[in-house]
């Protein structure tokens, strides 16, 4: 797995089970997920001879980020390596304007959207669509970073003055947003995790809800089937996770991650296939395991950094508080807003059970301010 | 934790969430936890100096195995190391004549005992209980090595010639084997897994079963009462691991173990606190985590080696075959018999749950002869 962040550490809790053995690329012999995997190299992910001297001996080669650029994936394979996903498909995950055009091109519901690069296409965008236009760096946005929500085009001076490509794309007025975590493997099998609700906080998915609440029935599935339509459509290997607005006219989908994703952190407790074991599997080629539920309701809250870095020190009120809430701690650094673990919890009562999961959250982040 | 093998590696899965360090003592790298965790120390754990500079900077000492000497554990604390659980504690776990002693004084039901030393002790043992006699060996018993179930004298000479401490138990006519597994904090918080049934061929656990079938209220309080009077009465600190047998006049004390049991390996998918994760809380002294079933029926049955050591070909198959089921395998080297790994099933109806898991198992372990 290129990347040695939560993403990779979390896996590594799959592959041990497997008895799978799981190399990193890190940077870094700090990061998460080198400090609990034996084989962790040290190299530069944007670089091809690091990459493959990475590659050397690995039955597949996949990623824990998106970054790795599209022209090394296809020499990995051009030298003989199973890469997934793979260049074809990985590049709708990094490349905003070319996921817009694909699936734009399969029928899938997309906000109206344009390829800008000076005010003028801005305002010829809201003239047609209206304001507040989303600007979006094609390449690299994460998180929420390289997206702007544009009132003007003035909004847009500082993305259009550094002359990256963007593109803009129409505010949906969304009623709440959605998640479908799908796997594919080589083979073409697909599965479908139950459609999730997740919630952002400027920018930052804060919790996710399984399975959506009074999502049912035929919406569920039209749902599952966006996701598991674009995984074949787009050839992908491995999971795929499509964010989705959910709109008064249907859905549209906003973002797609091929990789674990932090909608899916939930699974790891709550479904009887962690998406990690997923993952492996499909890039393995291996059959997929089952998606369903293992309890009625299923909230995970991200664990976001605050003032006191201490966070063990405030584990024991948490346990003691609620011996079920299950607390994951990814070993970094503890900073300010940064995602630093998350918390899930499981019963059966919507309300009882998202009380319970924000609790332990809170509690763990401590005090706000120093 | 001192010790490498497969309870360590799970354990690693545990601390991986919490974001707890875990650091091993092992005799090699090729061992089992050795593979999955960084802070790897090589090392003999009958050598005070090696246990020394491993222990420097741990804030708990724990085992994968009950083989540490007793004086040992105590030169450690004195040293000012937590050590859990303590030698006090321990020596029950390492020496079935204090086991049995002690056990007797606090009312624990144990079979007829007696320590033995020549061929007229074993004989005069039977006279009075009758045959067969388990002659066992007080030290170093461990899945059924050091055990020998006599119908005569003679059948005990090999164990009475190499002039080993000995003690002879009467057989217990048993219905079937029970086992409860409880964890106890250094505070006094002891919590108590449900009552599972094991089934042994050949002196090695082949399958466990959660709950218990048929077995309820009062009866399976009374298991647990047993287990939970033995933590507390010894000074158990982590987790304690009983094996009984049922009888028709009532429940009677085998074995104990303290430390990640094999009877519990049902509780990583099966409950909602795995047993690894349970041994952290408790040797961290933190609040004892939910012990409740996350399913009605969770069965486990062990992986033995077969005689193709390619477990990983065999994948394909399970997984297709049962998208539910969950392998494990340790990564250790496959010899016939070994235990390599287990599988865990989870679902509603008994014989069903069986049956999946078994088929899981026999086909990992593959062809029986070369």
């Not at 035929?218 to 959910?246: N, P, R, S, Y």
Request: proline share 6%.
């Amino acid at each position: 797995m290129v990347g040695a962040g939560q993403l990779a550490r979390m896996t590594q809790q799959a592959a041990i089970a497997l008895g799978i053995d799981l190399r990193v690329l890190a940077n870094s012999r700090d990061e998460s997920a080198a400090k609990v995997i034996v084989d962790t190299r040290l190299g530069d992910y944007r670089d091809l001879a690091d990459l493959r001297e990475f590659a050397k001996g690995c039955a597949a080669v996949t990623f824990d980020h998106e970054h790795v650029p599209t022209e090394h994936i296809q020499d990995l394979i051009d030298d003989g390596y199973a890469v997934h996903p793979g260049p074809e498909a990985l590049v709708h995950a990094q490349d905003k304007a070319v996921m817009r055009e694909r699936l734009t091109e399969i029928g899938v519901p997309c906000p109206a959207w344009a390829r800008v690069s000076e005010a003028a296409d801005v305002e010829a965008f809201a003239e047609e669509h209206g304001w507040p236009v989303v600007v979006k760096s094609v390449r690299g946005g994460y998180d929420g970073r390289g997206v702007w929500v544009c009132s003007s085009a003035e909004d847009a001076r500082e993305p259009l003055e550094a002359g990256i490509p963007l593109i803009a794309e129409a505010f949906v007025p969304f009623e709440r947003e959605l998640a479908v975590l799908v796997a594919r493997s080589p083979h073409g099998q697909g599965v479908s995790y139950p459609v999730v609700e997740t919630v952002q906080k400027d920018g930052i998915c804060v919790e996710v809800i399984a399975p959506a609440p009074g999502l049912v029935g035929e919406d569920a599935a039209a749902a599952q089937h966006i996701a598991l339509k674009i995984a074949q459509e787009l050839g992908v290997t491995g999971l795929l996770a499509v964010e989705m607005f959910a709109t008064k006219t249907g859905l549209v989908v906003n973002e797609l991650a091929m990789r674990p994703h932090n909608s899916g952190h939930w699974t790891i407790e709550g479904a009887r296939t962690s998406q990690f074991e997923q993952h492996l599997r499909a890039v393995l080629n291996l059959p997929l395991g089952s998606p369903a539920l293992a309890a009625p309701v299923v909230v995970m809250v991200n664990l976001l950094g605050g003032a006191d870095p201490d966070v063990f020190s405030r584990y024991e009120h948490v346990m003691a508080n609620d011996p079920g809430v299950k607390i994951h701690f990814y070993g970094k650094e503890v900073r300010p807003g940064r995602k630093i673990g998350h918390v899930t919890a499981l019963g059966v009562e919507l309300a009882e059970v998202r009380a319970r999961a924000w609790h332990a959250a809170d509690c763990l982040k401590g005090p706000v301010d120093a």
